[in-house]
């Protein structure tokens, strides 16, 4: 711990043996994996920051070739108060992994800035943008083709807080999400609050969600030459779900509290082979 923040690193290692079968031989599946990793938190007056970091290694004993991955990961975050409830924010990730016949390289960058309450309204607003690269050696068993591919995507969205009465609440948001493989996805919601009493809440929500196609729906073959028996192709769209929630929390006593809900999912364009 220093005087504006505070520090840890970590490491640790650890060995899974071979199970054994019934006449006493090895099975070949044993792990050894290392990992070490840092993250350090501070701040400057309104600003405060945040650096953390892993890193790893391990090799499984596999049959018929010891599997090996290795990766590692950084984050940095950045927060301005700005006073009266509002803030900035800024976050960027980076992810780089790389296991038998796949490498993978990942960079996240994402903003948002929270405004002070203006009358019963408080709005969140926010957007990122996303850059994947991944490279596969492709096999006799199957291939994804193109074998080497660049995937970016960015989203834009807002939120507002909205104090109807005393005792109710409301929050409506939108998000736009662009991906490579189906374009443009809208994603609103709603969510109602109700507080009779301090000790009660029973609340709402409504939603609609997406499940994007990844490289798996859109570009994988099996086997890995014609004539295929699985192919993918443009085909594919979104899967789609309309999500309801309803549901009641309450605090009867100050060392207890408790809580139930319900969900109703419609979903649509699911995929099956």
């Known amino acids: 711990k220093t005087e504006n923040g505070h520090y840890r690193v970590y490491a640790k290692t650890f060995r899974w043996d071979n199970h054994k079968n019934p006449a006493g031989a090895n099975l070949r599946d044993g792990l050894d994996r ?22 790893y290694t391990s090799t499984g004993n596999q049959i018929p070739l010891p599997s090996e991955f290795e990766g590692l990961n950084l984050l940095g975050r950045w ?3 700005l006073g009266e409830g509002e803030s900035v924010r800024v976050q960027a990730y980076y ?8 490498d993978l390289t990942f960079l996240d960058l994402d903003l948002a800035y929270v405004m002070r309450p203006r009358g019963a309204h408080r709005f969140l607003l926010g ?11 492709n096999s006799a068993a199957l291939s994804l083709l193109p074998a080497d591919k660049t995937l970016n995507s960015w989203n834009v ?8 009465t005393q005792s109710l ?31 009660h809440m029973v609340w709402a929500a409504g939603s609609r969600a997406v499940r994007t196609p990844s490289r798996f729906d859109k570009e994988l073959f099996l086997p890995g030459a014609p004539p295929f028996l699985l ?10 779900a309309y999500v309801y929630e309803l549901g009641y929390r309450g605090q009867p006593f100050a060392r207890l509290s408790w809580s139930a809900t319900g969900f109703y999912h419609d979903l649509e364009k699911q995929r099956s082979i």
């Open 34 to 55: 290392m990992q070490a990793g840092f993250r350090s938190d501070w701040t400057l007056g309104r600003d405060s920051f945040t650096l953390q970091g892993d890193g």
């Open 79 to 81: 927060r301005r108060d």
């Open 95 to 102: 992810d780089w992994s790389k296991r038998p016949q796949q």
């Open 127 to 137: 957007g990122g943008v996303r850059h994947a690269r991944d490279e596969i050696a």
């Open 157 to 164: 969205y807002v939120q507002d807080e909205i104090v109807l």
């Open 169 to 199: 609440d409301a929050t409506l948001g939108a998000k736009v999400d662009h991906n490579t493989y189906t374009g443009t996805e809208f994603l609103p919601s709603a969510r109602l609050a109700w507080r009779p009493s301090t000790e």
């Open 231 to 240: 192919a993918g192709g443009p085909a594919f769209q979104s899967e789609v």
